[in-house]
C-alpha cells in the first residue's frame, strides 16, 4: 500500500462513520412505538449485571434461565430488567423520544 492510500484511508473510515450517523440519527426519527420498545428491552437488558434477566436468557450453562431469571423472582435481585413489550407503557414510550428529541 502506498503511502497516499495508508492517510487516505482514515478519511474514507471518518466519512463511512459520519455518514453512518448521520442516516441512523435521521432513521431514529422514523422509529415506530415498536422499535422504539425493542430498543428499550435492549437496553435493560444491557444494563442488567446478572447472569439471568429474563426467562429466555441463556444461562452460562447453555439452557434458559426460565424460572431462575430476575424477572420470575424480582424480590432476588437489586435489578428488574424489562423482558418483554407489553410492559412497556405508552408514557415510557413517550419519554425516550423526548429524551432522544424524536418527534
Known amino acids: 500500500m502506498k ?48 447472569l439471568c434477566p429474563c426467562p429466555y436468557s441463556i444461562h452460562w450453562d447453555g439452557q434458559k434461565c426460565g424460572r431462575r431469571s430476575a424477572y420470575i423472582h424480582p424480590k432476588n435481585y437489586h435489578q428488574i430488567p424489562i423482558c418483554y413489550p407489553d410492559y412497556i407503557s405508552d408514557e415510557m414510550v413517550q419519554s425516550f423520544r423526548d429524551l432522544h428529541h424524536l418527534s
Do not use: H, W
Request: aromatic share 10%; net charge negative.
Open 3 to 50: 503511502l497516499q492510500e495508508f492517510v487516505f484511508l482514515p478519511k474514507i473510515i471518518f466519512l463511512s462513520t459520519c455518514i453512518g450517523l448521520y442516516s441512523l440519527k435521521v432513521n431514529a426519527q422514523m422509529l415506530c412505538d415498536d422499535e422504539i420498545r425493542a430498543i428499550i428491552i435492549e437496553n435493560s437488558l444491557n444494563a442488567y449485571t446478572g
